[in-house]
């Protein structure tokens, strides 16, 4: 058979594209409503900065533990 | 001669690049832990000689050391935990020096690799923060009134405790330590690839190409072989290459334009590192006093 294109590599880095996905929304989410809540009362900013950081941090471990893992379950090539 | 310059270039990069040689006492010191030392050398010294002889009106290294403790206090420990967290504010500046020193690493040329990109490093740091409120609850409410308070969060219907006992004690056992140090390794970890990728990719790129090779990859990959074995320092060929920027020879010119482009990004990259680095300080930092917080609180 006559190849034309091929894909090598391992799988896992498609997990953790998948694994992205649902930290990218939320990391987003945070964000905007951090923007949205900052906009209609600036002086909440820095009340509600912790929260931010909070929030942002929590749903970015999810994409961390899919980057690790990507890692973990890769082939030995 | 290319395909030797091109099979002395670690590319892809892999774990195995995070493995570096030890310099010196069998294995008992590499880069990476003199790289820690060097971080509590710095917090250490820079807070002595801050305040040795402490003026009413600040010097400048005063007025640096007071404004990162006031960051800190005002903004982290009063903020999240409350007046009872002031107690807590020297700890936490510390901790947020020394992270945000070690993180620097990954940008500092020479060093340019993170002692936190070694996943023992951020458990150490976990493991503390863990103790640190575990034992904080225990001592506020007793050992059964901590787990009550944590397992059994009051207010909810009692058949919901199926549910949410287990969750709550995944959560404040299991993953909030987890996340806690494999956080921290992961960003710095995934910041290193990025960079090892996009110099390395430049490098990759650029080989082929008969002027670029003989003037840039080649006299440099000698002396990055040569180097990398004290120092490992990849992106110090980012340094070199700089120079080597107006050399655009004959041959493949889209190859060589995408190894500049590759290049270009590994310094955008360098510049969005040193942001992550402060940012995971503050975030571990922020979500230490916010552990604390939760263990010192009287309700859920």
Redesign the interface.
């Known amino acids: 058979m006559n190849v034309l294109a091929e894909v090598s590599g391992n799988i896992s880095s498609i997990g953790y594209g998948l694994a992205a996905i649902g930290p990218g929304i939320g990391v987003g989410i945070v964000f905007a409503a951090y923007i949205q809540a900052t906009a209609r009362q600036p002086e909440s900013a820095?009340l509600t900065r912790?929260y931010l950081?909070?929030g942002?941090?929590?749903s970015?471990?999810l994409a961390?533990?899919g980057?690790?893992l990507a890692?973990v379950f890769r082939s030995s090539t | 001669m290319g395909d030797q310059v091109l099979a002395d270039t670690p590319f892809p990069p892999s774990v195995e690049d995070f493995y570096l040689p030890s310099i010196a006492f069998g294995s008992w010191v590499t880069k990476f832990s003199l790289l820690v030392w060097l971080a509590v050398a710095f917090v250490i010294i820079f807070f002595l000689v801050a305040y040795r002889n402490p003026k009413l009106v600040p010097t400048k290294g005063q007025w640096l050391a007071e404004s990162a403790y006031g960051f800190i206090r005002d903004g982290v420990a009063k903020e999240v935990i409350g007046s009872d967290g002031l107690r807590f504010a020297p700890y936490l500046t510390s901790l947020f020096l020394f992270i945000f020193m070690a993180n620097i690493f990954g940008v500092i040329p020479l060093a340019q690799i993170s002692p936190m990109a070694h996943i023992a490093y951020p458990i150490v740091l976990a493991l503390s923060t863990y103790v640190l409120y575990l034992y904080l609850g225990i001592k506020k409410h007793g050992l059964g009134g901590y787990l009550k308070d944590r397992l059994f969060p009051p207010g909810a219907p009692w058949p919901l405790y199926v549910l949410l006992t287990p969750i709550e004690f995944t959560q404040y056992f299991i993953t909030q330590p987890l996340t806690l140090a494999v956080r921290l390794f992961a960003n710095m970890f995934a910041g290193h690839l990025i960079l090892l990728v996009f110099t390395l990719g430049g490098f990759v790129l650029l080989t082929p190409i008969e002027f670029t090779q003989y003037f840039i990859t080649q006299p440099l990959t000698l002396a990055v072989r040569l180097f990398a074995n004290m120092f490992a320092g990849h992106l110090i060929l980012l340094v070199f290459t700089l120079g080597g920027f107006v050399l655009l020879g004959s041959g493949n010119i889209a190859l060589a334009a995408a190894g500049f482009i590759s290049f270009g990004m590994a310094i955008v990259m360098t510049l969005f590192e040193a942001i992550v680095a402060i940012l995971q300080a503050y975030v571990f930092v922020v979500l230490t006093a916010s552990y604390i917080q939760v263990s010192l609180s009287d309700e859920h």
């Open positions: 820095s912790t950081f909070l942002f941090a929590l970015e471990a961390l533990f980057l690790v890692f």
